[in-house]
């Protein structure tokens, strides 16, 4: 089974950017899906974007046209960049695989990114 290590994040101020890593132990395209998760204190994990089977990217409304996320090209890492950062963005982010033939999901530890001034 693969395991996920996410890193990157960090305390910064609003307006300002972070890029997060998850680099996987095995390669990972074609054999899982991969997606971004936070958690904010005292709220659910909520999906922040993930990669569809069609080849799309999609983004919660909430970070839409603030986040990218995007791959190398060694089929073993993931990326999400984080723009314009505000307060609410605060949360430990989590990166995401789903096995796409055994349907079961596989989580990293986290990485907490801190928003404030």
Sequence with gaps: QVQLVESGGGLVQPGE?????????TTIFGIY???????????QRELVARFSTTGDTIYADSVKG????SRDNAG?????????LRPDDTAV????AW?????YNVWGQGTQVIVSS
């Design 17 to 25: 950017s972070l890029g997060l890593s998850c680099v996987a132990t």
């Design 99 to 103: 096995h796409i033939q055994n349907h």
């Design 76 to 84: 073993s890492t993931v990326y999400l960049q984080l723009n314009s």
């Design 66 to 69: 603030r986040v990218t996320m």
């Design 33 to 43: 899906t991969m997606a971004w998760y936070r958690q904010a204190p005292g709220k």
């Design 93 to 96: 982010y989590y990166c995401n």
